[in-house]
């Protein structure tokens, strides 16, 4: 068997793990959810503190996530008035607006 390359061997555990997904009540996902929120931990790592598993504690890289197809990246490009290729600059308009809709909320 070949040996795996220096920076994969270190994520050797994370593939042999399996992911299940569970279709729970709105309710009991938003409120381990919420829970999740509330102390600073992913909604996974929750979960397994609810099942009595070992928890890591904060999430290395907490973050949010969109999908976006070529033809959303399109649609920034032209309400930032940037090109459609410049990713990080779409990305960082992004961020910007993702601020300014949470310091509006907050002002409220």
Not at 9 to 23: N, V, W
Not at 41 to 46: F, G, I, M, Y
């Amino acid at each position: 068997m070949k040996k795996l390359p220096q920076k994969w061997q270190s994520e050797q555990k994370a593939i042999r793990a399996i992911q299940l997904a569970f279709d729970l009540d709105e309710k009991i996902q938003s409120v381990i959810r919420e829970e999740a929120q509330n102390t600073g931990v992913s909604a996974s790592e929750h979960i397994r503190g609810i099942l009595g598993l070992s928890v890591t504690g904060k999430p290395v890289r907490p973050r949010l996530t969109v999908s976006l197809k070529p033809e959303d990246f399109e649609q920034l490009a032209q309400k930032y008035q940037v090109d459609a290729s410049n990713r990080k600059e779409i990305k960082d308009c992004v961020s910007r607006d993702l601020q300014d809709y949470v310091n509006l909320k907050l002002q409220k």
